[in-house]
Structures are given as structure tokens and as C-alpha cells.
């Protein structure tokens, strides 16, 4: 499904890495590993397309995600190091708002219900801006919940998240890849998933 | 399966987001607003008002001040327009919306016009009244600036885009746009010295009327790709 053939990547004039190649098929999970300014994170963010690559190529389905455009965006879900979620607004209206902007139309009871699962009953109409930063990392999270996407591109989703939170998520992750979903993520907190095995791809 | 969101369901998404978004800061809309109102009256003041020539002068330069002004204050806002979507991670998002990026452009190009433009449409022929302003180029004022302000936020998305993240964007920005802002300027206030001088002002109302249309169908383009190597 997704392949990556012989990707290099360059920021400013510092090699990150190159020569990178692998492929992620249904109901694989990945974790990208490797120290601080590895290109960690740069990588992820070639994988949607933010960064065009200085060699190589990514391919989706076999075709190349540059000529895909917003075709392979409509089969993506991105989680950054932002939460993208506005302070101004509440939990609920950020949802929907999220939703929209990936393409769905999703109604008041699915976006509540992605919520409560995150554990934010009775939160959903304070502004975001008085929740606690791992309770905005859920709302963030919650997104997750309202997308069919397969492909799932996390960066450190585990930042600012309590215990609890972080079962939830491997919880979610475990459930996508069973329904034959992709996951590629970087952390630096061990993420366990039960009944699936996680394949490294480590930076150097 | 989730249900798709059609083209026009994005654009009333991103626009009612946007309307949302400055009601809860309402300081910023009313920024350029107050700033619109102080430039215009600053002139009478300082030209001083009377029944001689000063006040002839007023009503001569009026359109000219309206338009200056409601440039200057388009400018304001432009720096906010992708700025703070940029800072939380939704632009990102933004640039993976699988159905349309310049669909989504053109409503935030929108709603900065509800929020930016269309006050000081509003605001405008109150301002006429203080330069004594007769009624029939006041009309025609309006009417300019009605056609020539999304023209003003439309070329301000494509600056605004294209320095984004750049230490010192907002006066970037300016610098930007002002000077594609000059045939808007000249138009708008050729149509009122047009009816003024006792000619034909349709013509100018014309080509306002197709500077618009053309930035209408070219600009949300530009501005998705500028950001999209913005985000690079």
C-alpha cells in the first residue's frame, strides 16, 4: 500500500537521511525510532506530502502520492506535534470543525460519543483553552475516532498523555490495524499493542 | 462509512469557522474598523471644515481618503488572515483537506471579508457625510468599494500566504500587496470623481466589476500553492 523507494532528505544543508526505503501494508504498525534530529518527524511529514523529498519517491496504491494529491490526502489522517485545535472554541465545535476540514460530515451524537471515549464527558463545551494540555491532546486524539482513513501518521501522539490515556491509544491503534488499517508513529515512550507486532524503521 | 462533505458544505464549514472564530475576538474586527473611521476623520479635522474652499477641497479628495484608508486598514488584518492556523497545526490539516485547498481558501478569503471589508463598506457613507459628500457619489462610493474590498483581501491571501512564518511578514505584506492594489484604488476612485465631473462612472464601476471576477477565479489558487511552500 505505501512504499517508500530510496527517500533522502535534506534541511538546510544537513543530510538527514538517505537511501530510506520500506513499505507498510495493511494492518502493519511502525514505529519510526531514532535520537533527537534524526528526521524523525521530517520523514512523517514527506509522508503527507508537507515536505517534498530531495530523492526518492512515496507511493500509494503505486502511485506516486505527488500525483495522488488530495485523493491520497482523503486516505490519510495526520496527528503533528500541534494540536491544531482551537482555543477559542469548544471541544465539540474543534471536532467538527476537524472533521470537515478531512472531509466529513459527521453529526452532534458520533462527535459526543468520540469525546466521551476519550474521556472527556462533560467537557465537550468548555473552551478548549481551560482544559489541561493532555485533555487538548485528546480532543486532538479524538479525531482519530471520526475518520475512516486507513493510513494513520502519528508524531509522538503519547505527548502530555496520562497513563490511562496512553492504554486508550494503544487501545485505538490496535483496533485500527485489526480492520486492516496502517499506522506509522515515532515516541519515545514504549507503545504496546496487544496481538500485533510492531516493526521498527530506526534513524540514525 | 462517514458521510462526505460536498464543496459547498467546506466553503460554509470554513466560513461559519472563521465568523466563529471572530466573534470570540472580536477585538481584532474592530481593530481595522476603528482604524478606518480615525484615518478618514483625521483629514476633515486637519484640513479643517468651513464653507470656503477648504471644504470644497474636502469633498473633492473624499474618495481618495475613503479608498486610502480602507486600504490601509485591509492591511491590518491581513498579517491574522493564515497566522495563528499556521501556529496550532491547522493549517497542516488544512493542507490535507482531501476535497479542495483553494475551495477552502476562497472561504477564509470570505469570511476575512465579512470580518474586514464589509465593515468599512458599511461604515462609509457615514464617513462621506463628514466631507459633504452628495448623496449621488456617495452611492457610487459604496458601490466601489463593495466590488473593489474582496479585491483587497483577495490579493492580501496571496501575501499573506506567501510570508507566512517570515520574521517581519506584516510589513512584508504590505509591501506586497499595496502596490497590486493601485488599479482597485484608481477605479474606485475614478468612478466617484467620474459622477463628480459629471461623466460616465459605469466604466470604472466595470472594471472594478472584472478585477474582481478574475481575482475571484485566480487568486485562491495562487494562495493554495503559496501555502502550500510556505509550509515546507
Redesign the interface.
Known sequence: MLEVGNLGCVRGDHRLFAGLSFSLSPGELMQVQGPNGSGKTSLLRAL?????PEAGEIRWRGKSIRELG??Y??E?V?L??????????NAL?NL???????????GDQQVLAALRRMGLRKKELLPVKVLSQGQRRRVALARLL???APLWVLDEPLTALDVGAVDLIQELIGEHVAKGGMVIYTTHQPLQVAGVQTRTLALA | ?????SLT??LA?VVR?DL??AM??RADVLTTLVFFVMVVSLFPLGVGVGQGPEAQMLTKIAPGVVWVAALLASMLSLGRMFSADY????L??????????PV?VLGKILAHWMTSGLPLVLMAPVLGLQFNLPSGQLGVLVLGLVLGTPVLSMLGAVGAALTLGLRGGGVLVSLLVLPLCIPVLIFGAGAVEAVASGMDYVAHLKLLAAIAVAATVLTPWVTAQALRIS??
Open positions: 503527507c506530502g508537507f515536505l517534498m488530495e485523493q490526502f482523503a490519510l495526520y503533528g506535534h500541534h494540536n491544531a485545535i482551537k482555543d477559542e472554541l465545535e467538527h470543525i476537524n472533521a470537515g476540514l478531512a472531509g466529513a460530515a459527521v471520526l475518520t475512516d | 462509512m462517514m458521510n462526505k462533505l458544505g467546506l464549514l469557522r466563529l472564530l470570540r475576538r501556529l496550532d497545526g491547522t497542516e490539516q488544512m493542507l490535507l483537506a482531501p476535497q479542495s485547498l477552502l509550509m515546507e
